[in-house]
């Protein structure tokens, strides 16, 4: 069996206890690798690393960093087919978007750093007559980056290429829920040329691993994306600290439908937005909210079209639905879904767990053979519930599935009132022709990011992140690169 390594100080290695973990393969139910069942003497051990790369990546002219990070994205785009196949078997999500959507972000991500780097400029005030300032913008030293199953080369790479961009080094920590690609990264690394020490990839679960590295003393700062729980955990660590910190955490978005939108196009942007990963991405707009005057149309209309959506194999073409990463995290979703009837709660549709373990699936590379794989795993059928409050259990708290709610309202006044009454304010979703309306909206909804007639269209150079328990601190465009870097101020009497 495939036994996946850590990479410390440029070499591929188990870990110290030489303990593993099993990886299973949500389509199948089954363990098809082992994880490195590291703990702090493999992060001890990756800091040492990174500390000895720090100075000579951090004085390393940005044209040479630039250089490998391109590498780096030509090596992402050569492998683009084999990458999508491990991020597909390892997350249960669809191959078809693996493709269109993972692999192709993380190579975006490296390109989009490493020509950044080329182009940073610091800032001078002039104090007339008295003094000149100029602000050194320094890499911070060892950053620790920490990040999820639902995206996992994509959330990876967002971490990993602005702080190496920006010239710090690097201890990182994929979930060890989906840890193949990172591992093949690694692996792409060496390849690229990328100095030992720069990346250090620790695999392991999030309370061993994910604490010694928030808790090293030689980690200057920690970005981390997941859950809102260990979000929480990680500040009491860091923040006395005082690391810098960046917390990218759940959401519960609302998705705001007007009666005088584009019919046509919030119908399948809502029900891509509620399902596509199988629900399982951050900005997904899992409560819907739809004007009186369509409501009922909208409904008719939304349901019909959910119930359309393949549920099975995500290696098969015409898989709309993939499996579950998990049978916790299936079991989770089943629970809400459990709760949501008994707060009340209509299923419109789905509902239910499906059982794939009789049907025989498409057969998949292994290595140089092909295995033919029966579809044990964790499956659930796009779920559509209408008839809860605003403020039930169901409507405030995460679900990260293929679920949904739907409600109808009045008044603008009235929406806003839902949309905000969650702790979450990460994104939301506009769907009006009406633009005063769409500008009113968008400044007094609470989320860092607000989408209008679309959802999910991102530039890497906005700002990125939530308020409220979303979580603190922006990334993307140079914020990220300002993240890890320390700002100083020299002042010079004329
Ligand atoms: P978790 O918070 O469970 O885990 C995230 C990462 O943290 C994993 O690598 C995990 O390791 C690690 N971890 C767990 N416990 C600790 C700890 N005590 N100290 C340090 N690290 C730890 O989140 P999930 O992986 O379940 O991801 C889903 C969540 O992520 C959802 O809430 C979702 O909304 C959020 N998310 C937010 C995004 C955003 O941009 N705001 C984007 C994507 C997801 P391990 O897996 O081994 O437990």
Not at 333 to 359: Q, R
Request: aromatic share 8%.
């Amino acid at each position: 069996m495939q036994k996946i390594e850590n990479y410390i100080g440029g070499e591929l290695v188990a870990a110290v206890s030489g303990g593993c973990l099993d990886n299973f393969e949500p389509a199948t139910g089954h363990v098809y690798s082992l994880i490195p069942d590291s703990d702090a003497a493999d992060v001890e051990n990756a800091v040492a690393a990174a500390k000895a790369a720090f100075p000579g990546w951090s004085s390393t002219p940005a044209e040479e960093r630039f250089t490998i990070l391109m590498r780096l994205v030509s090596l992402i785009e050569r492998d683009l087919d084999s990458l999508a196949l491990a991020e597909s078997i390892d997350n249960g999500k669809t191959l078809a978007i693996a493709k269109r959507l993972d692999i192709p972000r993380a190579a975006s991500n490296f390109r989009f750093y490493a020509t950044a780097a080329m182009h940073t400029a610091n800032e001078s005030h002039d104090t007339t007559g008295q003094a000149l300032n100029y602000t050194l913008r320094q890499p911070l030293g060892v950053a620790g980056c920490i990040s999820p199953w639902n995206l996992p080369l994509y959330l990876f790479t967002w971490k990993i290429a602005p702080a190496i961009a920006a010239g710090c080094t690097v201890v990182a920590k994929p979930s060890e829920v989906t840890p193949m690609t990172a591992y093949l990264f690694s692996k792409l690394s060496i390849e690229a040329g990328l100095p030992p020490g720069v990346l250090n990839v620790v695999h392991g679960l999030g309370p061993k691993v994910g604490s010694a590295i928030v808790g090293h003393k030689d980690i200057k700062a920690i970005s981390f994306t997941g859950g809102t729980k260990t979000g929480e955990e990680i500040a009491r660590t860091a923040a006395p600290m005082f690391k810098k910190l960046s917390l990218e955490l759940g959401g519960k978005n609302p998705n705001i439908i007007f009666a005088d939108c584009n019919y046509e196009q919030a119908l399948a942007e809502t029900r891509r937005a509620a399902f596509a990963n199988q629900g399982e991405i951050c900005l997904c707009g899992s409560r819907i909210f739809v004007e009186r005057p369509i409501y009922e149309k909208f409904k008719k209309d939304f349901v019909a079209d959910v119930s359309r959506l393949k549920v099975g194999d995500p290696l098969a073409d015409g898989t709309d639905v993939g499996a579950i990463v998990s049978k916790q995290h299936f079991d989770k979703i089943m629970s809400y879904i459990e709760l949501a009837k008994e707060e009340g709660g209509t299923i419109l549709c789905g509902g239910n767990p499906l059982d794939l373990a009789a049907v025989k699936a498409e057969t998949r590379p292994v290595g140089s053979v092909s295995e033919t794989r029966q579809l044990g795993g964790w499956y659930i059928q796009p779920t559509v519930i209408e008839g809860l409050s605003h403020d039930c259990r169901t409507n405030q708290e995460e679900i990260f599935g293929p679920v949904a709610t739907i409600m109808p309202f009045d008044t603008e006044e009235e929406v806003l009132g839902y949309a905000n009454s969650v702790r979450y304010g990460l994104s939301s979703t506009i769907w009006t022709e009406n633009l005063s309306r769409a500008h009113r909206i968008a400044a007094d909804i609470e989320s860092g990011i607000v989408w209008v007639n679309c959802w999910l269209l991102r530039d890497l150079r906005t700002p990125f992140g939530g308020v409220k328990e979303s979580g603190v601190g922006r990334e993307g465009g140079f914020e990220a690169l300002r993240f890890f870097s320390e700002e100083k101020n020299v002042c010079i009497r004329l």
